[in-house]
């Protein structure tokens, strides 16, 4: 199937999957365990997200799995020049699921709205065609 076929990337450093997602809640601005990144930029991510109406089955999954895969919680990861932002978009993504025409692809909220909002109106497997599949999804 797909989902066997993909695999992480190399460059990719596992999420230790023993921290619970709760745990998020505690890191108060330091960078969290396993590779989960700065609270605040994931509390942002969150926040926009929920606000966008993105689907609430897929939020964790983003948060534990996608994201670190994607951008490693980095705001302006620079994996490549036509990916942007923790969601990794190709800029004409970003520029169709944007909050507002001055949404700037660097804040992590509005990073948050957009995945939320791709997620609500596109198909996810294949949005986030390697990372969305992280976690044994």
């Known amino acids: 199937s ?3 076929s993909m695999s992480m990337p190399d460059n990719v450093a596992e999420r230790d999957s023993s921290i619970p997602f709760e745990q998020l809640q505690s890191c108060q601005g330091q960078h969290c365990p396993g590779g989960l990144g700065d609270a605040f930029v ?10 966008s ?4 089955q897929y939020l964790q999954h ?3 799995d996608v994201i670190p895969c994607e951008s490693g919680w980095r705001t ?3 994996n490549a020049p036509e990916y942007y932002g923790l969601g990794q978009f190709v800029w ?7 909050r507002s025409p001055d949404s700037d692809w660097t804040d992590p909220y509005e990073q948050g709205w957009a995945v939320g ?6 198909d996810v497997y294949w949005q986030w065609p ?3 599949h992280a976690g044994g999804w």
């Open 117 to 122: 909002y791709n997620a609500a109106h596109a």
């Open 53 to 56: 109406q993105g689907p609430p």
């Open 130 to 132: 390697v990372c969305f």
């Open 76 to 78: 302006d990861p620079g």
């Open 62 to 64: 983003f948060v534990v």
């Open 92 to 98: 004409s993504t970003w520029v169709n699921t944007r």
């Open 42 to 51: 994931q509390q942002e991510f969150i926040r926009g997200y929920q606000d």
């Open 2 to 4: 797909l989902r066997e």
